[in-house]
């Protein structure tokens, strides 16, 4: 794939996440497709996925908006890293927080989406 098609296909994702539009950021993953949220749940396939996106589209968090800081692109392997800053509200309190994205694509489907962020509690896993 070309680096500018990741570029488009990225923009384009990143789009449907701040126009609130599930179905639309759906379409981006493929069936088999895995979701690691930054809490350390892995999502496998789409039904799952759409589940742990639910809250996010039904407004649980309010209106949250991911803005772009920036973006690394692998056209041979298909990934890219995407960083971002994303508002949201917490108690009903107007926050941020910083994060990434590591995108891993098959020609114009998502198969992994790998989310990390900065926090002020550090997930411990066993």
């Known amino acids: 794939m070309e680096r500018q098609q990741l570029i488009e296909l990225t ?3 990143m789009e449907a996440f701040n126009c609130n539009d599930l179905d639309t950021v759906m379409s981006f993953f493929a069936d ?3 979701y690691d949220e930054f809490n350390g749940m892995r999502n496998e396939g ?3 996925i759409r589940s742990a996106f639910t809250p996010q589209f039904t407004g649980a968090f309010g209106k949250m908006q991911f ?3 920036d ?3 692998d056209a041979d392997t298909g990934k890219v890293m995407a960083s971002w800053r994303c508002t949201l509200e917490v108690k009903g309190r107007p926050t941020s927080w910083r994060g990434l994205d590591l995108l891993h ?3 114009d489907k998502l198969v992994q989406k790998l989310t990390y962020a900065k926090a002020k509690v550090p ?3 066993d």
């Open 123 to 125: 997930l411990f896993q």
């Open 32 to 34: 088999d497709a895995i």
């Open 71 to 73: 973006l690394f692109v």
């Open 105 to 107: 694509f098959k020609g």
């Open 46 to 48: 789409k039904a799952a």
């Open 67 to 69: 803005l772009d800081e």
């Open 11 to 13: 923009a384009r994702f």
